[in-house]
């Protein structure tokens, strides 16, 4: 039984980093482009942030 209850506390702990990690690169991201905000134009990021996701899709 104390495997089975050590099975899902692993699985939950795992699921837990994984989502803050997701929430904290989500903010990581919002804050980088709002500091490009304040030394680009508008277009020149949105060009800057569409280059970047054509080469996230090539990764995949």
Do not use: P
């Not at 929430?23 to 919002?30: A, D, K, P, V, W």
Request: proline share 0%; charged share 35%; glycine share 2%.
């Amino acid at each position: 039984m104390m495997s089975k209850r050590e099975s899902k506390i692993d699985r939950l702990s795992r699921e837990q980093t994984r989502e803050f990690l997701r929430r904290s690169s989500l903010t990581y991201l919002e804050c980088c482009i709002s500091l490009m905000l304040t030394h680009l134009t508008r277009e020149e990021v949105a060009a800057v942030l569409e280059r970047e996701a054509e080469m996230v899709r090539e990764l995949g």
